[in-house]
């Protein structure tokens, strides 16, 4: 099948599955995102690739998946459990007073985003040392990480790295 014939192969089943509602509801601002992209950059959507990776992602062991998919998936697990995240600036980051005050009232996890964007690869693999400031408890922090099994190492009573 070529590529072009794949995409307008999952390009229609996607519309079909659209208007037939086949999708929970939860998901549907998702295809229709999927149709957007689609139908606006054609076969550099790469939908075929996208729903690879999606179904492998889904399906597989999030062990198996690469660092940056984990940590992700282990700051969604925090989220859920009524964490705030926030990437933040280098300048902001050079105040920790400024961040402890700002996030005082909540369980945080901050991170430089200059660090973020130096330590993953395009791949997703962690190729660099990325430093969590942790406003909150640490331990449930670290045992999130450690889930996830993300090499994470605590620096300070509020700091903690993940090494490659």
């Given at each position: ?14 519309t079909?599955?659209?208007k ?140 903690i790295?993940?090494?490659?």
């Open positions: 099948m070529s590529p072009l014939s794949t995409h307008a192969f999952i390009l229609r089943w996607l079909v599955a659209y037939q509602k086949r999708f929970p509801r939860a998901i549907a601002s998702d295809i229709e995102g999927l149709l957007t992209l689609g139908r606006n950059k054609g076969l550099a959507a790469s939908l075929f690739s996208r729903l690879e990776y999606l179904w492998s992602s889904c399906t597989g062991p999030v062990s198996a998946q690469s660092d940056l998919y984990r940590l992700t998936y282990a700051i969604e697990q925090l989220k859920s459990r009524g964490w705030v995240n926030a990437a933040v600036s280098d300048r902001d980051w050079d105040n920790e007073t400024l961040l402890a005050l700002e996030y005082s009232d909540a369980n945080a996890l901050l991170v430089r985003k200059s660090a973020l964007t130096c330590g993953f690869s395009d791949g997703g693999k962690l190729v660099a040392p990325v430093e969590f400031l942790v406003n909150g408890d640490l331990s449930a922090c670290m045992a999130v990480f450690a889930a996830h099994t993300l090499s994470a190492v605590m620096l300070e009573s509020n700091r790295v993940l090494q490659p």
